[in-house]
């Protein structure tokens, strides 16, 4: 029983993650192309805290949606009691671990040494397994379940305390320092095994004024009933042109037999989405090299892709991915190869919305959105922050599916993809929506129906500049200028048009036909009872 709600907890997970790890593959892809381009010193601090935020949102979220399902999905019964009083967090934490392996390096990290970026995995790890394990004692507490359940654990504490300043002009340097006690259990230790007695890590960092940057860390683990480790290492990064960094780590063990590593990157943005790293590391008894290319989705509809090669002593591995954004959906394929594995995948992930008694197909919502109505106009071009988001259908609506919450996103249409006689009030609105909610934006834009009449006195000469038109029910005048001519706005298929002039008036039957051209030419219409 034990080992089928493993397997369950596992297809939920992956169910899950086979969605939320493209959407945090593309939020980070965006992130560092976004941070290359504007030539930003990626190495002080304020990048990284970018793509760890986004990696702790996406992947607490991943936690949270897949113990949700396994709650829904639970039978009661002694195996499920069981599961959850010895199992579940047991299995939860090792799937997280699993999960946090799959990470890649993120291109803004090619400057840091690999022992900052385990300490950031760690306590992402350690995160994740408190958030799962507070949920599960929630689904083991639940009435439905009717078993009151206590979770194994241990007696213990944990000391924990930090100190970072992130820069991007000055020093940037953290400090961070960790003891546990004896008894203490940490999720996802094997049964027996012993914390770690003592923690501490260093960083410090240094812009070098257009030079690049300098980082030295420092890492110490005293272990209880075994050898400690102790490691040191700098990096060094510098901008070589505007959107090309080179990046230089080595890393030195001080206990224990000497182990010594060393790292080259560099990176590189081109065009708004793309972007490319080749990273070669050496060890004493083995090397690799890795090759990765891609373009990001766009903000609407467009194609992406990913290209990974990597060779060395561990074996040759290769995955490649494409990936299609639609109005309506997102969709990718892809095959991977390795020294042990060969796998292919494909998926697809869309969202229904209901707005105003409308219904939309859309990509995967995950944020705030809303439509927008630029009434009665199809294929008109419509961006949200100066992105392109996509194009109104035959009913003149198009959705926005990332919008910032509680902030103005500025909407805004193109008006060279309106008709000449479109009667245009604004190009831009803001919407402001609340968190994970829709709102709908209608644009003030009509068509003005106009035409320029032609019109004639009796005697067949034009009437005088100065005569005006005014179309029956309306208050709105329309001056005549010269050889009798008049540009009048707002008729319908039928129209009474009446005409003044000096005091006399006359009465005009106007038609416009439908599928006229945008400004037609209409007349000559005779005035009659009305003289120079």
């Known amino acids: 029983m034990d080992l089928a709600l493993n397997e369950l907890l596992g297809t939920i997970w992956e169910k899950h993650a086979r969605i939320i790890r493209q959407e945090l593959r593309e939020e980070t892809g965006r992130t560092a192309v976004r941070f290359a381009a504007s030539n930003v010193d990626v190495n002080s601090g304020s990048a990284l805290d970018v793509q760890w935020g986004l990696q702790w949102k996406y992947l607490e979220r991943l936690v949270r949606e897949a113990v949700k399902e396994l709650e829904s999905r639970l039978e009661p019964g002694e195996g499920t009691a069981r599961f959850l009083a010895q199992q579940a967090v047991v299995a939860a934490s090792a799937i997280v671990r699993k999960e946090l392996e799959r990470l890649p390096l993120p291109s803004l990290l090619a400057g840091q040494t690999k022992d900052r970026w385990e300490q950031h995995k760690e306590r992402l790890a350690l995160h994740l397994e408190t958030v799962a394990e507070t949920e599960l004692r929630v689904i083991a507490s639940t009435p439905r379940l009717r078993r009151p359940v206590t979770l194994a654990g241990g007696g213990g504490t944990l000391l924990f305390s930090s100190f970072e300043r992130p820069s991007r002009r000055g020093p940037s340097f953290a400090l961070s320092w960790q003891w546990v006690s004896p008894g203490f259990l940490q999720l996802g230790m094997q049964p027996g095994q012993p914390a770690p007695l003592r923690v501490l890590t260093g960083f410090a960092g240094l812009p ?74 050496q060890q004493p008894h083995s090397s690799q090299a890795l090759l990765q290319v891609q373009q990001n989705l766009p903000a609407g509809t467009g194609a992406g892709y990913r290209v990974l090669a990597g060779a060395g002593s561990p074996g040759d591995r290769e995955e490649g991915t494409l990936l299609f954004q639609g109005d309506k959906g997102t969709y990718e394929v892809g095959a991977a190869r390795g020294p042990s594995y060969v796998e292919s995948r494909a998926s697809m992930s869309g969202s229904v919305v209901l707005i105003g008694g409308q219904p939309f197909f859309t990509r995967r919502l995950v944020d705030s959105f809303g ?43 193109e008006p060279s993809d309106l008709p000449i006689d479109a009667r245009i009030d604004a190009t831009r609105l803001d919407a402001v929506p609340y968190f994970r909610s829709g709102l709908s934006l209608r644009f003030p834009v009509q068509r003005s129906n106009g035409a320029l009449l032609v019109v004639l006195l009796e005697d067949g000469t034009p009437i005088p500049s100065g005569a005006v038109v005014r179309i029956e029910g309306r208050e709105e005048e329309f001056p005549v200028a010269e050889r009798g001519e008049v540009y009048v706005t707002g008729l319908a298929q039928e129209n009474k048009v009446r005409v003044f002039w000096r005091g006399d008036s006359c009465e005009l039957d106007v038609r416009l036909k439908e599928g006229e051209s945008p400004l037609p030419k209409l007349g000559p219409f005779t005035c009659k009872g009305v003289t120079r």
């Open 371 to 413: 439509v927008a109505e630029v009434p009665g106009f199809r294929e008109v071009t419509v961006s949200v922050n100066n992105q392109i988001v996509g194009r109104t259908n035959g009913d003149g609506y198009v959705m926005l599916p990332h919008l910032m919450p509680y902030q103005a996103n500025e909407v805004r249409i």
């Open 208 to 281: 070098l004024a257009g030079y690049g940057s300098i980082g030295i860390s420092y890492l110490r683990r005293d272990d209880r009933g075994a050898p400690g480790s102790e490691i040191v290492s700098a990096s060094y990064t510098v901008g070589l042109a505007r959107s090309v960094a080179l990046s230089v780590a080595a890393l030195r063990s001080l206990s224990g037999e000497p182990v010594q590593s060393v790292v080259v990157g560099l990176s590189t943005a081109f065009g708004e989405r793309s972007s490319a790293l080749l990273d070669y590391s």
